[in-house]
Every structure is written in C-alpha cells, then in structure tokens.
C-alpha cells in the first residue's frame, strides 16, 4: 500500500537525521506521525502498545515506584504512561536529540498532560545521554530506571549506544537504584549478553517477553530486567 507524507520537522546533528512525518493511511480515521532516524523508521502513533506496555510492564516490578528515570524520549508514549502511575512522584526523562525534546515541549509530540507535568515539576527533561544522567545522580536516587534507548543490543540504530547494555553502565544504574528498586531495559530480541551483564551487577535479573500485536501479527519484545533484592 503506497501512503502519502508530510514532512513536519526536521533535525540534524553529529549522529544524523532525526525527522518527524505525517503518514496519511486511508484505513485510519486520523493521520499517522511517524520518527525516523537517520532514514530507518523507529515509531509511529498508529502502533503504541510496545511503548505502553514497555511502561506498564516495569512500574509491575516495583511496590512503590515514586522516583523514576527514563531513558528515551521517542514520541513520548512511554513517559505517558510512567505519569499515569498515581504512584510516581517524579519523572526524570533523559533524551540525547534535543529536536525531540522541543518537539514534546512545543506539543508537536506528546500528551497535553505531559506538559502539564513539565510545569508542576513532575516531569523533568532533560538534553543529554542517558549515561550523563545516571553519573550526576546520587546513590539510591531512583525506584526505577527505564532504558529504551535503541533497539537492543542486537539491532543496533546507533553503534554509540552499544555500551548501555554492557557491564560498566549497568553498574552505574545499579548505584542509583533504591532498596527494592528495578532497572529495566527494552530489546527487541532476547539477549543472553544483556541478561548476563544485568546478573552480574544485581542481586537478580529476569526477562519477560512483552506481547503485541502489529500490522495483524503476533508478536513479542522483551523487557530484560534486573533487581536490587534477592528473589
């Protein structure tokens, strides 16, 4: 099925292209935004239940979730749901392409509450790598973190982005987690590596696949978890 597009906005910076379109789908009531990065398609706002569910899923593994750092932006559907939390507090999100972050404060992208969330202090954004933002926190800052930086660490968008999935990192994140806090980090495929690498750094870790149905198909992601208490 060819689609029409309009261009809505468009980003550059020394990791490529960032441009956000309006997909035009005769089978939808409503046009379709759709990210790409550097030419590959990353999301759209016809298909959100990956990134809700992704949300839904990791605020699961916590009793009391009230300090909670994201990593990835996106179109904002993860924060979204982190906020509709009645027991999160305060939300910290790390975003390394600023055209997103002014995308979402302008409400090209996002939810109208979101923004609200930005002015009563709930929500924080903040413009950088998501490794900055783990090694200017203090210890036990957080309840839970959130990673959906990239694809996983199989398929790769930006190589860069290989080391949130190593050790080192995740050591970093296992500083800034509270007593019965959980990191959780998004892939698109089981990992046996990241699985590892979450073991070694915390006293447990565990996958879940995380089902979704796209274009009519059955399909599943992964949430690769990992917690500071002992099962």
Partial sequence: MTFEYD???????ERGEVVLRRRHDPALADPVLELRVNGVFVMDTAETSTEVELAR??????????RVLVGGLGL?????????????ERVVVAELEEALVGWFRDGTVG??????????????????AVQEAVAQAGDSSYDLVLLDVD???????HEGNAGIYATPFLAGVRRVLAPGGVVAVWSASPSAALEE???QVCATAWTVPLPVRL?????????????????
């Fill in 76 to 88: 904002g559907f993860t924060t979204h749901a982190v906020l509709a939390d009645e027991r999160v």
């Fill in 111 to 128: 939810h109208p509450a979101d923004r609200a969330a930005l002015v009563d202090g709930r929500l924080d954004l903040w413009t950088g």
């Fill in 57 to 66: 899923a990791a605020l699961a593994q916590v009793g009391s979730p009230r």
């Fill in 151 to 157: 694809n996983g660490p199989d398929f790769l968008v």
């Fill in 197 to 199: 690498a979450l073991a």
């Fill in 215 to 231: 274009q009519g198909r059955e399909e599943a992601y992964w949430l690769h978890l990992g917690g500071t208490q002992s099962a």
């Fill in 7 to 13: 261009e809505l906005a468009r980003s550059a910076s």
